[in-house]
């Protein structure tokens, strides 16, 4: 079975210092891989996926996300952050052979941006 | 395109009330999803549609749960005889082949 983790609940950060959001998957077959952003009381917004090719992806507001297959990994960093950037993150992985795309769920991990 | 909107945005109920949100995805979507969010969780899947078809429900989705999309537009999801522990937040999401969700702002139910 699928499954994501997140390994840090919150991430603690100055503002304008780099910061990586790490996220590990487990799943036998391949994987498309997501990482959404969910600022306090709204929906999810999605920030960057990885479906195939080069496994460096660069997403919105200056994130960028890099897929390692031998390490089952999709770690999430920015090389400054703003104090906007606070928010929760979540990592989600899809079964690409799923006909239903149904997405898998990392807990979350919350960036707090001190200033 | 208006996205995926949600209403209402916060429902408090009372136990034992029914409750119905709506979600009207983007229009060129056929692909419609429900997933509840608790606090400190990540999303948790609840049911899937395409077009008007509800091909998945998830275990999580009771029986005093359920969901249309009678015309292969909007949806509703209906709670029946509300209890304390389905107070979350309530998101819908739309796709097209399924290549990343766009969500609505989501619906917050509070029992009382």
């Known amino acids: 079975a699928q499954s994501v983790t997140q390994l840090d609940s919150q991430v603690p950060v100055f503002e304008e210092a780099p910061v990586e959001l790490r996220c590990n998957y487990s799943?036998?077959?391949?994987?498309?891989l997501f990482w959404y952003v969910q600022y306090p009381n709204q929906g999810l917004q999605l920030l960057l996926k990885y479906l195939s090719g080069s496994t460096l992806v660069k997403g919105i507001n200056g994130f960028e996300a890099e897929f390692n297959k031998s390490q089952t990994s999709f770690h999430l960093r920015k090389p400054s952050v703003h104090i906007s950037d606070t928010a929760e993150y979540f990592c989600a992985v899809s079964h690409s052979m799923d006909s239903n795309y149904q997405l898998i769920w990392g807990a979350g991990t919350k960036l707090i941006i001190k200033p | 395109d208006t996205g995926v909107s949600q209403d209402p945005r916060h429902k408090i109920t009372k136990r034992g009330q029914n409750v119905t949100f709506r979600c009207d995805p983007i229009?060129?979507?056929?692909?419609l999803y429900w997933y509840r969010q608790t606090l400190g969780q990540g999303p948790e899947f609840l049911t899937y549609f395409q077009n008007e078809a509800q091909l998945e429900k998830s275990r999580l989705l009771s029986d005093r749960f359920s969901a249309e999309r009678p015309k292969g537009s909007f949806s509703t999801l209906e709670i029946q005889r509300t209890e304390q522990g389905d107070s979350a937040m309530y998101l819908c999401a739309s796709s097209t082949a399924g290549y990343g969700y766009t969500f609505g702002s989501g619906t917050r139910l509070t029992v009382v």
């Open positions: 229009s060129e979507h056929n692909r």
């Open positions: 799943s036998s077959v391949s994987v498309y």
